[in-house]
């Protein structure tokens, strides 16, 4: 049970614009002055995440709801959106067996299949309402403010098919949100539906490790315990100042020095393992959303984190990341071995292009082409690190998600950023709620200068619009 | 039936960095430069992939095959990677119902679902082979050259599991393949395998068209012929060199332009729609691939797309395009009426939060979110387009494809990049093989630099590893 960071190809002279040796004094100092910086706010409570000691008695309501209802329902279906979903897929992907949605009831052994439905499209909700016999189905409804519009939509949406089938609503929905205010909070006190807490200091994308993520994944069989206990460990790994200890401090800082000083701002996180795929998005969003806003000096800053996988990708985006322009960094997610390998048979052997693999093994297979693009692209002068993990469980993905969260913290103290807010979606959300009639937009207070705008209508100006039209 | 290309937020004053109206002689200019440089190549026959009448006999035995085996399976599995992959997960997306996977055969009307496999961890195909029967199941191995290792690695676990069964490989095979060389192909001759042929002069990011995205999706119920007459009629208007005229050269010549002169290189795909969100991941490998390598100048080039989806991403990417660095464009997708739209029910008028989503329905929310997302972006500067077309159906989807490869063959020349090649994988490849001892790695000849650097094992010199261990 271990993870092993290695960021040799990140340093001279393995990639010429990685880091020089005598570049690691000052990286060690800036990294000190921004952990120091992340103390300072830690103290003040606001890094909820890691207080996984102090959220352990909602924890054991999510267990103990868990075995109450285990047997009772063949679906859980999640709506939830953004931070309220991305972790639930992602542990999905990592912890449940593949084509787990596709198995027959038998096979899955009484354990519920688990859809989440992140966006409003009618099409998608319609498709899994005709998959699931909702007697049988529970909807855990995810909203940390109790406020997201897209997800309040597809409740009603539901709530409405539960009354019309006679079904009892405090039996087949499930909320996750703010402990006192908001909507949900509201209905849920109303009507008696089991409600679990999102501490107030655990901001959305920071909230896989509380029931948003923790509900959905002990509904369908996940050990939670063993989830949070992996995240503590690395989270206790990951708390010191000295760099060269901290994978953490090391995975930020490295990645905001080749940002700053050698202009490869674009952050590819390529995991060789299927089920560490979905790690990739939630990642993106954790690093989009924290980093890139307006800093210190009010510069725009901000890395672009890119979903990838390997060795899919070796044949999508692979080219781009070898032979165009050098601004990315790529993280290696590897697993070090697979439990259930499959040896790849010696037949064909006339075919020379098939014969020489026999007697390998596909997982053997996916690892020589991991360390094979690695190096490939050292060789291209393209930086690389790789975060090797022993297992895809349970533990060792709660302990990379907690490195992850932890290296958001840190780095949105290098960027000079709040890495906590998101105050650019503001705008795109009023100009949806007026457009939709919410009585609040009138009201609201217009904190920023678009916003101004926006309320005295000088957004609505025409400009001459440039269209093609085909067909 | 229509597509309706709006590129107003890509121009002044829309947006500050747009193009200005006196820049618009010397971009026509420019593309028209570019649609002759096209036209030359396309004389030699290298741009196959619009070449869709001539393929109609190789199209018509895909349907004839289709309907020759209907009812015989319950699960197509499709083995293949990158551009043998990519097209039909897009298909599967946007032309089958959703959650088609979780439906039970009777749900499918005897209709079969359809696995991807598109990577070589044991773990997924495990899965898979866990939830199909394989008497019910037909395997199609898709490699354009037939010697792409993953996917072989794939086939040689399936033959042997096959032949364990006692089953005929003949009728649970069916290969896409070279029409004459390859090792896929000779096995096809030997053991009377079905195979259909990849045009060579259709390269495999282009291949969607060919059986390579038709024999899935025929085999699946999708019609073929409607998804490549969209596509005939998308790539007959986009045959011209009058820039205003050509929706697919405003795409890519307003991409290039936004990348040369405003540093916006970074390509963001962004659907508003459940059906057409893994068109954005097809189009991510067409763009990358094709336009990242070294140009004529030897200068490394090309944009960076970005997968993305709406309203979902609202919650995750936006706030890094709204406020990070101005290096972006935005390409929505938009798709204007959905046949199932689902009215949101009147129900909670006591909660404010809710009360006002009533009366409007799901299809209206995410129009409205992605119009008010598009009006922020251009609000903060921030440059985007909009494509809308009438139905998410397959004549519309084989259009927007067709959009989007012409885009990129223009992109390539405005670039000055040969869209049609991937230099840059094959030294991973190499070395790679080289670890699995494939025969003819020693013998391979060796082009360039690093390929020399490689044979000569400069590349193995040790440097000095750094490496942190949590656990």
């Given at each position: 049970m271990a993870f092993t960071l290695d960021?040799?190809?990140?340093t001279e002279p393995a990639v010429p614009s990685g880091v020089r040796d005598d570049d690691w004094a000052a990286l060690a100092e800036r990294f000190r002055a921004a952990h120091q910086a992340v103390s300072v706010i830690a103290a003040t409570g606001l890094y909820g995440y890691r207080e996984l000691e102090r959220q352990s008695a909602e924890r054991a309501r999510v267990t103990a709801f868990a075995a109450e209802v285990a047997g009772r329902y063949d679906d859980i279906v999640v709506l939830g959106i953004g931070g309220s979903s991305l972790g639930a897929i992602a542990l999905r992907s990592a912890?449940?067996?593949?084509?787990w949605n596709a198995r027959t009831t038998t096979e899955r052994s009484g354990r519920p299949r688990l859809h989440v439905l992140d966006n409003v499209d009618p099409r998608t909700i319609t498709g899994v309402l005709s998959v699931v016999a909702l007697p049988r189905t529970l909807f855990v409804v995810i909203s940390k403010s109790g406020g997201t519009v897209e997800t309040l939509a597809q409740y009603l949406v539901v709530r409405d098919r539960l009354a019309r089938e006679g079904l009892d609503a405090a039996r087949h929905l499930a909320f996750v949100t703010d402990p006192v205010t908001g909507a949900l909070r509201a209905i849920a006190v109303r009507d008696g539906i089991p409600a679990f807490a999102v501490p107030p200091n655990v901001g959305g994308r920071f909230s896989v490790l509380s029931p948003v993520g923790t509900l959905p994944a002990a509904l369908c069989g996940i050990d939670i315990e063993a989830l949070c206990t992996g995240a503590m460990v690395m989270r206790d790994a990951t708390m010191g100042d000295d760099l060269m200890r901290n994978a953490a401090g090391l995975f930020a800082t490295l990645q905001w020095r080749a940002h700053a000083q050698?202009?490869?701002?674009q952050h590819v996180m390529m995991p060789y393992s299927d089920a560490l795929r979905d790690l990739a998005p939630w990642f993106v969003q954790l690093w989009a959303e924290s980093l890139g806003k307006v800093d210190a000096d009010g510069m725009h800053v901000g890395p672009t984190p890119i979903a990838s996988v390997g060795a899919t990708d070796q044949h999508s985006q692979v080219q781009l990341f070898m032979e165009g322009p050098a601004d990315k960094t790529v993280t290696f997610l590897r697993v070090e071995a697979s439990a259930d390998d499959v040896e790849i048979p010696r037949?064909?052997?006339?075919?020379k292009a098939l014969a020489f693999?026999?007697?390998?093994?596909l997982g053997e297979l996916l690892d020589v082409e991991c360390r094979a693009t690695a190096r490939a692209l050292a060789r291209a002068g393209r930086p690389s690190m790789t975060m090797t993990v022993g297992a895809s469980d349970a533990w060792h993905v709660g302990g990379l998600m907690m490195w992850l969260m932890q290296a958001t913290t840190l780095a949105g103290a290098l960027y000079r950023v709040n890495p906590l807010d998101q105050p650019g979606v503001e705008l795109g959300k009023r100009l949806a709620n007026r457009e939709l009639g919410h009585p609040d937009f009138a009201a609201s207070v217009l904190t920023s200068d678009l916003a101004s705008d926006l309320a005295s209508g000088a957004e609505d100006r025409p400009v001459p619009t440039r269209r093609i039209r085909v067909g």
């Amino acid at each position: 049970m271990a993870f092993t960071l290695d960021v040799t190809s990140m340093t001279e002279p393995a990639v010429p614009s990685g880091v020089r040796d005598d570049d690691w004094a000052a990286l060690a100092e800036r990294f000190r002055a921004a952990h120091q910086a992340v103390s300072v706010i830690a103290a003040t409570g606001l890094y909820g995440y890691r207080e996984l000691e102090r959220q352990s008695a909602e924890r054991a309501r999510v267990t103990a709801f868990a075995a109450e209802v285990a047997g009772r329902y063949d679906d859980i279906v999640v709506l939830g959106i953004g931070g309220s979903s991305l972790g639930a897929i992602a542990l999905r992907s990592a912890l449940l067996p593949a084509a787990w949605n596709a198995r027959t009831t038998t096979e899955r052994s009484g354990r519920p299949r688990l859809h989440v439905l992140d966006n409003v499209d009618p099409r998608t909700i319609t498709g899994v309402l005709s998959v699931v016999a909702l007697p049988r189905t529970l909807f855990v409804v995810i909203s940390k403010s109790g406020g997201t519009v897209e997800t309040l939509a597809q409740y009603l949406v539901v709530r409405d098919r539960l009354a019309r089938e006679g079904l009892d609503a405090a039996r087949h929905l499930a909320f996750v949100t703010d402990p006192v205010t908001g909507a949900l909070r509201a209905i849920a006190v109303r009507d008696g539906i089991p409600a679990f807490a999102v501490p107030p200091n655990v901001g959305g994308r920071f909230s896989v490790l509380s029931p948003v993520g923790t509900l959905p994944a002990a509904l369908c069989g996940i050990d939670i315990e063993a989830l949070c206990t992996g995240a503590m460990v690395m989270r206790d790994a990951t708390m010191g100042d000295d760099l060269m200890r901290n994978a953490a401090g090391l995975f930020a800082t490295l990645q905001w020095r080749a940002h700053a000083q050698a202009g490869q701002g674009q952050h590819v996180m390529m995991p060789y393992s299927d089920a560490l795929r979905d790690l990739a998005p939630w990642f993106v969003q954790l690093w989009a959303e924290s980093l890139g806003k307006v800093d210190a000096d009010g510069m725009h800053v901000g890395p672009t984190p890119i979903a990838s996988v390997g060795a899919t990708d070796q044949h999508s985006q692979v080219q781009l990341f070898m032979e165009g322009p050098a601004d990315k960094t790529v993280t290696f997610l590897r697993v070090e071995a697979s439990a259930d390998d499959v040896e790849i048979p010696r037949l064909e052997a006339g075919e020379k292009a098939l014969a020489f693999l026999g007697g390998h093994t596909l997982g053997e297979l996916l690892d020589v082409e991991c360390r094979a693009t690695a190096r490939a692209l050292a060789r291209a002068g393209r930086p690389s690190m790789t975060m090797t993990v022993g297992a895809s469980d349970a533990w060792h993905v709660g302990g990379l998600m907690m490195w992850l969260m932890q290296a958001t913290t840190l780095a949105g103290a290098l960027y000079r950023v709040n890495p906590l807010d998101q105050p650019g979606v503001e705008l795109g959300k009023r100009l949806a709620n007026r457009e939709l009639g919410h009585p609040d937009f009138a009201a609201s207070v217009l904190t920023s200068d678009l916003a101004s705008d926006l309320a005295s209508g000088a957004e609505d100006r025409p400009v001459p619009t440039r269209r093609i039209r085909v067909g």
